[in-house]
């Protein structure tokens, strides 16, 4: 997608959307979101935090996490890791500010920057300076405009430092065979993408977008957790389908009783299926001179 392609898409899915991450689904108030964030972060943290640390970081680092979430990342950044600091950022921050750890700074923002008025940068003043470390894991994937958020990213990367992005990687085709998983995943993925904006078949472009940021080298890579019932990958998604259900079901590729049926699908030994991964995506900023 080229960035005129992107910008009509994007004014495009303002246009058609009927609202925002977090607003007509997954919003922050309703009972039980900050658990399906954790199941998330309860399949991913390991992956996530072996590659932050094998990108080097550790004692000394100021680090800037977008969209952090309940901030599970940000605080093993600092307890395990030992990194200098970490400024959490999040659109709602009512899940970080539930425990306070030595390091963790909060910041409410939108980093798409609307409502920030005059920023030339979106959300340009959630976050000064540079900091040695910028992560922002499913985040990206939901808002629109990713070339120029990725950018906007890419420029509070302190020279040698690292960006790192992770988003979702929808790993069903055409050639999948059907099963309840298939048809509530094809039906999730469709019906966030016309209510919500949620896009991620530009995800495997991750490395691509990243040089084009003008970092170098860059790198990536997917993980994928297995669906076993009663993991957390599987509950995440339970719970996802559940809290999208209207926008499935408006697709037309499936019922209520077919939501059921994948619930019921994930949680029993006959599921045999393959989750989507997640693509953890890097590229580091040049050294000045
Ligand atoms: C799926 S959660 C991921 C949380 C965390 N990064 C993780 O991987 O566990 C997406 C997070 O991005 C935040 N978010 C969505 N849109 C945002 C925006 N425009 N500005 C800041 N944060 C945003 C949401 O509030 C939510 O906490």
């Known amino acids: 997608m080229t960035p005129s392609d992107e910008s009509r898409h994007a004014h495009d899915g303002r246009a058609s959307h009927e609202g925002r991450y977090g607003e007509t689904f997954f919003s922050p108030e309703a009972a039980g979101e900050g658990e399906r964030i954790d199941f998330g972060a309860l399949a991913y943290d390991d992956i996530t935090m072996a590659r932050l640390r094998a990108l080097g970081a550790g004692p000394g680092w100021r680090c800037l996490d977008v969209g952090a979430g309940t901030g599970t990342v940000s605080r093993r950044l600092l307890e395990e890791a030992g990194v200098a600091s970490v400024l959490a950022v999040d659109r709602d921050v009512r899940f970080l500010g539930a425990r306070a750890v030595p390091g963790l700074d909060v910041r409410e923002a939108d980093i798409t920057g609307e409502g920030v008025t005059g920023a030339d940068i979106p959300g340009a003043d959630f976050a000064p300076g540079r900091f040695q470390l910028v992560h922002a894991r499913f985040v990206l994937m939901h808002l629109p405009e990713h070339e120029r958020l990725i950018r906007a990213l890419a420029e509070r990367v302190a020279p040698g430092g690292v960006l790192v992005l992770g ?27 016309s209510t919500i904006g949620t896009d991620v078949s530009w995800v495997p472009s991750y490395p691509r977008l990243l040089r084009g940021a003008g970092l170098e080298p860059v790198a990536a890579e997917i993980h994928v957790p297995p669906l076993q019932p009663g993991s957390p990958i599987s509950r995440f998604w339970a719970d996802t389908w559940e809290r999208s259900r209207q ?24 599921c045999a299926a393959l989750s989507a991964g997640m693509l953890t995506a890097w590229g580091w900023k040049p050294e000045e001179g």
């Open 167 to 193: 988003d979702a990687v929808d790993l069903t085709s055409d050639q999948t065979p059907d099963s309840p998983y298939t048809s509530a995943m094809r039906a999730m993925w469709q019906g966030l993408r």
């Open 247 to 270: 926008a499935m079901v408006a697709t037309g590729l499936v019922d209520d009783a077919a939501v059921d049926a994948a619930v019921r699908y994930l949680g029993s030994d006959a």
